[in-house]
């Protein structure tokens, strides 16, 4: 199975009837089992989640009101009724705390079906520091496989039995703004998905790799033009501040 049979995109915001506080009680939920058996059925109980542009464009309207701009924005992973979520809030909001869930607080579900998709390459549209940000094809692929070959292993190693503030399996991501950007150029729909990345200090990481969504109409079996975006921290390890 290669990727592209591996993803399925939604063009529905995934349904949350719940409150801000409902929210927060996810998030902390989260936090409470991520280091045990429990974090690890659920980061592997889905395939990925996909975003809408409509939340976007409401983080460019943030922006115009504010007259400030996002620098990154924090998905937050969280449990509700059974399934892990994925809450978004963007860096002039601050926080949870702060939000409203569908104005700046933007839920997604992990998806469990699967559907092939086309990613259509970049364009002249796309931002002009979008090579600092795509990651290849190649490495995209690498990561997903040693996910998809090695979470346990990775989750094993990582998860502490402290439950430690800033050690253990990740609490959220922080994503730099300009992810959204490259990717949006292209299309309505973000797709995202996990993998494990090398890195120099901490070794291997949990990773979120993010993608583009043009088009369910025209189906191809390989992902020659998918675009890929990297510039996720997962916390922890990273330093929140």
Known sequence: MNISEMVQITNKQDKFENTETEVIQGVREWDRIRNTEKGYYYLTSGLGFGFSKSNYEKWLQLEKDTGKSITTINCHLGIWEDRLFFFFVDSITGSLENGQ???????SS???????????????????????????????????????????????????????????????????????????????????????KEDKIHGQMIDLMLCSQPNLTDIKSGIEDWIFTNVTKPIPPFSPW
């Not at 869930?101 to 839920?107: L, Q």
């Not at 290849?136 to 292993?153: F, N, Y």
Request: aromatic share 14%; proline share 1%.
């Open 101 to 107: 869930v569908g104005e700046n607080i933007f839920i």
């Open 110 to 196: 992990f998806h469990t079906k699967v559907k092939q998709i086309n990613i259509t390459e970049p364009t002249s549209k796309t931002s002009t520091n979008a090579s600092k940000i795509i990651i290849t094809q190649e490495e995209a692929k690498d990561r997903l496989m040693k996910w998809v070959l090695c979470s346990k292993q990775w989750f094993d190693k990582t998860a502490t039995s402290e439950n430690q503030e800033n050690a253990g399996i990740v609490k959220y991501f922080k994503i730099n703004f300009e992810n959204f950007k490259v990717v949006f150029a292209e299309t309505n729909n973000l797709y995202s998905f996990f993998g494990i």
